[in-house]
């Protein structure tokens, strides 16, 4: 996510309804003790009830008609999940909206509400290792959630002039569709969203079809790489799309509003460059696609949604493109494992955002920005950027003492070991996620050094550590 608080150095990172009446069904009394309740929450240490236990979601099939006047959609999600216990019960994240119906297999399940919670009893209990399908019916006005932390955002389902977008960073995914709502649990996704004419819809992945039912039109998306769900999204209004030229094999398509799309379409034709860029130092696109979504209003923020990132009309820059561009690599394809650890996402999207315009401007224009940084962080006593609160959840220091981190790390090993971090980790991790540990451990590795109080003091002291004598001479920019 790009936010837009500081603005130095070009562009500065800166984002109750009632059950039906369905018997609930009980396991066989001789065995009651061997089945599992599916716990609520995975227990995140900022978010402790996002995610759910007990299943690990293999994919998402979201459909909905929606109704852009009125802001209201109606639908069913059909969810194909793996039982990782033996389950008598399991929930899903969903807040608001009435839930009409719920099937496990095929068979009517019974169902309560409590809070996001939405709690589901099969018909028969379902066994360890077993993949079941559960299929949610739902309708209503999906409402975002604000939160005071994050006063910047509304999380989720957004309308506004005629246009829907959804930014779920953190929390939002579940006011639009149910979820197990924890990066910990990424899915493959079909978006089969229904809408009048003339609206269009951009959504994650690949366009694979669309349906004129003559006053309405369907469009189907399939996001067939391994998506967290905070990532999701769904544009809607009366957008262009620009496709970009690309040598790369990936398909770039950007979502304009038409009365800007020229500018726009200028602004971005680096994109096939960036791709280049990033894959050349990191490793291939971990995508079938890319993209921007710019609304026609500002919102003060940009979201890497995965292939398809949001941006207000504000931020619509070269620069925040190479952020949300770089979090494809380290944010999407690699994850953060809690929210805590978020400086993981955007400490390295903010560093490669760096990196880029070392590429373009040198690198003297790089060492003279992270000092300048430097000396701000030393000025502000911002917090370590390693364990956050809700409060500093998108703070300056996950940001600029993020990227410090891998700059200090650039700075003690060289640029030949760094590199060959970035593609291990990339490498490693990528479709899963990873936590700081994990981080610390690698560089261990790599470098063949203990690293670990070096890297601590950057990622978790309260006192910034002082600048990296640097290790060797760094070759000259490409």
Known sequence: MHRSIWLVWLTIVLV?????????????????????EGTPGVGDPIFP???????????????????????????ATSIRAEATLPLRSFTLDLLGLTVEKVTV??????????????????????AASVLFTTVVTYAGTPTPIRDAHLDFVEQGWNRRDDVIFVVSEPQGAMTWYPSNNHPTDKATYTLRITVDEPYVVAANGVLREEIDHGARRTYTWEMAQPMASYLTTVVIGEFVRI???????????????????????????TTDEMIAFYGDLIGEYP??????????????????????????????????????LAHHWFGNAVTLASWDQIWLNEGFATYLQRLWL???????FL?????????????????????????????????????????????????????????????????????????????????????TGFLRSWIYDETLPPIPEVSQSFPASD
């Open 16 to 36: 109750a309804c009632q059950p039906i009446a369905v018997p609930a069904p009980s396991a066989p009394a001789a065995t009651l003790d061997e089945w599992s």
């Open 49 to 75: 009830l996002l995610g759910n236990g007990g299943y690990d979601v293999q994919h998402y099939t979201i459909e909905l008609s929606v109704d852009v006047m009125r802001n209201e959609i109606m639908g």
């Open 105 to 126: 297999n095929g068979a009517p399940a019974h169902f309560t509400r409590d809070g996001q919670e939405l709690t589901i009893v099969p018909i028969a209990p379902l």
């Open 243 to 269: 496709t970009e030229a690309t040598s790369l094999g990936v398909e770039i398509r950007h979502y304009f509003p038409p009365q800007d799309a020229d500018r726009l379409t200028q602004i971005f034709a």
């Open 287 to 324: 995508f079938d696609a890319y993209g921007a979504a710019v609304m026609p209003f500002p919102l003060g923020f940009a979201l890497e949604t995965q292939t398809l990132p949001i941006f207000g009309l504000d931020l619509a820059t070269e620069g925040v493109n190479a952020h949300e």
């Open 358 to 364: 070392e590429h373009k401007l040198g690198r003297e």
């Open 367 to 451: 060492e003279s920005g992270m000092r300048r940084y430097y000396e701000m962080l030393s000025a502000m006593k911002t917090p370590a950027p390693g364990m956050v609160d809700a409060q500093n959840l998108f703070s300056i220091s996950v940001y600029e003492r993020g990227a410090w981190v891998l700059h200090a790390l650039r700075l003690r090993v060289g640029d030949e070991l760094f590199r060959q971090f970035l593609r291990t980790y990339y490498a490693r991790f990528k479709d899963g996620v990873a936590s700081t540990e994990d981080f610390i451990a690698l560089a261990n590795e790599v470098s063949k050094q203990n690293l």
